[in-house]
């Protein structure tokens, strides 16, 4: 019996040493959680509160379906399906016997290495998708990547001006992190992973974990989308750019063959649906699904789109009896949106004219074949200036 107790004391005794010394190490003691529990608490709540509000009846279905889940992984999954939030302890519901009501509780809470490592792994990247931190600036992954994809066919350059850029964002966040973003960043960039014992080594706890999370999940986006970015780069996922062997300037935008328009960089897609809904006011389209809108001038295939826009407007020389079409304001519209080289792609520029863009008559496509050529001539002639009824239309944008 004595030797039980001497080795229990020594166990004791050991685990008291190895506990004092984590605590030395521990950059999350004492004032640091409190200040940062405080101020997590507060986003929380503002996250709480963006999230769907569950009737009692919802809340007791999701408490009842959660508690026949076995695996960790299936509950915070669970937790994220059905928007409810990872962090709070307060979820339940009640279930009566006989006479007496139960509060169940249902939450995220992990008791072993592993779980807490799932946990950090979720917790991480939905703080980066869910919260918004008005003193940290960043953008999620899912953001950064729809930006870039949003933008049509992808070339070489963009992948690796988005690379550049993404690793001056990661530098300036790590620039204002007070403990160990750079270990996080060079490990995930090494493993592709993040494991939260890489690189933490103190007495663990799931408020902890939080706090490790929320510092963390602003560079998340920016490395994902970094991943993305290379693996783009590695499997040749992008367009070969056009050299000119001449050494010519281009006097715009290149047009590939088989893909709609590519929009300037300023007509976002939120631009893109305003001048959608200012042209159909005005007059000067017909009603178009936005998202055929879009695809017209996002450099998609050219089997995506199934509308076309519909040309109203006219010009001055137009009467009563004999109709005629404004070809100007239709070219100036173009060049403000895309900025294409006409002269270059003069040829693909009618095949997409004549492909998504007619008049009400249904004459366009008669129209390009037989003076296409004086059009453009007249536009190019006028040093591709915009008419005064597109100038009109785009100064909403400009102001």
Do not use: C
Not at 229 to 254: P, T
């Amino acid at each position: 019996m004595d030797d039980i107790n001497e080795q229990y004391s020594q166990d004791s005794y050991f685990e008291e040493l190895e506990y004092l010394e984590s605590q030395k190490h521990d950059i999350l003691n004492g004032d640091i959680v409190l200040s940062n529990s405080i101020l997590i608490k507060e986003l929380l709540n503002e996250i709480r509160s963006s999230l769907p509000v569950i009737s009692k009846k919802d809340m007791k279905l999701l408490g009842e379906k959660f508690h026949t889940l076995t695996s960790f992984e299936e509950r915070i999954q669970f937790f994220i399906d059905n928007k409810l939030d990872l962090t709070y302890k307060g979820y339940y519901f009640t279930k009566k016997s006989v006479n007496e009501t139960y509060k169940i509780p249902f939450t995220i809470e992990p008791l072993t290495d592993t779980e807490n490592n799932l946990f950090f792994d979720y917790l991480i990247k939905w703080f980066n998708e869910n919260l918004i931190d008005k003193n940290v600036k960043y953008f999620t992954f899912e953001t950064l990547r729809n930006n870039l994809l949003e933008g049509g066919q992808i070339r070489k350059k963009q992948i690796n001006s988005e690379l550049n850029k993404t690793k001056e964002r990661i530098n300036s966040l790590i620039s204002r992190e007070r403990f160990f973003t750079q270990k996080y960043v060079d490990g995930f960039r090494l493993n592709q992973s993040y494991l939260l014992t890489d690189f933490y080594k103190g007495y663990l706890t799931t408020e902890k974990i939080v706090i490790i999370s929320y510092w963390l999940s602003p560079v998340m986006g920016y490395l994902e989308y970094e991943k993305f970015l290379n693996q783009k780069l590695k499997n040749e996922d992008f367009v070969s750019e056009e050299k000119n062997e001449n050494g010519e300037k281009s006097n715009g935008n290149s047009v590939l063959k088989g893909y709609t328009f590519k929009k300037i960089k300023f007509f976002t897609t939120e631009n893109l649906e305003k001048l959608r809904i200012k042209l159909i006011k005005e007059n000067i389209i017909e009603e178009i699904p936005f998202n055929d809108f879009k695809d017209i001038f996002s450099e998609q295939s050219i089997s995506k789109v199934k509308s076309r826009i519909i040309w109203k407007l006219e010009n001055k020389q137009s009467t009563i009896t004999y109709i005629r079409y404004d070809w100007q304001s239709l070219f100036s519209l173009i060049n403000e949106i895309v900025q294409p080289d006409f002269t270059k792609y003069d040829k693909e520029i009618k095949d997409l004219i004549k492909l998504y863009f007619d008049f009400p008559d249904n004459r366009l496509s008669k129209k390009v074949d037989d003076s296409f050529a004086d059009y453009l001539r007249t536009f190019e002639g006028n040093h591709r200036k915009s008419t005064e009824k597109i100038n009109e239309i785009l100064n909403v944008f400009y102001k």
